[in-house]
């Protein structure tokens, strides 16, 4: 069983960027990992993915602004945020599915980042 520690959250301006930091219990090698996030009022929503048999895939809403990537070694996935937006502010999660039909899902407890001025 996977844990995982989402780190890197906090309160930036309009414009700015943050890196958030996902570190797993165990080896992610056989996991495609994600990025999801969850504003008030409106339902949790992917935001990256990665996978090593299908590469990236973003939302619309962050292609261009946001890159994921992980380390194997490091049993760590990132997503760094670049210009980033007010709505952008939502509780962001880490996901992680096993490589299988029917695969497990795991998920951290949530980063909050906030853009405001």
């Known amino acids: 069983q996977v844990q995982l520690v989402e780190s890197g959250g906090g309160l930036v301006q309009p414009g700015g960027s943050l890196t958030l930091s996902c570190a797993a219990s165990?080896?992610?090698?056989?996991?495609?990992m994600g990025w999801y996030r969850q504003a008030p009022g409106k339902q949790r929503e992917l935001v990256a993915v990665i996978t090593s048999r299908l590469g990236t895939l973003y939302a619309d809403s962050v292609k261009g602004r946001f890159t994921i990537s992980r380390d194997n070694a490091k049993n760590t996935v990132y997503l760094q945020m670049n210009s980033l937006k007010p709505e952008d502010t939502a509780l962001f999660y880490c996901?992680?599915?096993?490589?299988?039909?029917?695969?497990?899902?795991?998920w951290g407890q949530g980063t909050q980042v906030t853009v405001s001025s």
């Open positions: 165990g080896s992610i090698f056989d996991y495609a």
């Open positions: 996901n992680a599915r096993f490589q299988r039909p029917g695969g497990s899902r795991y």
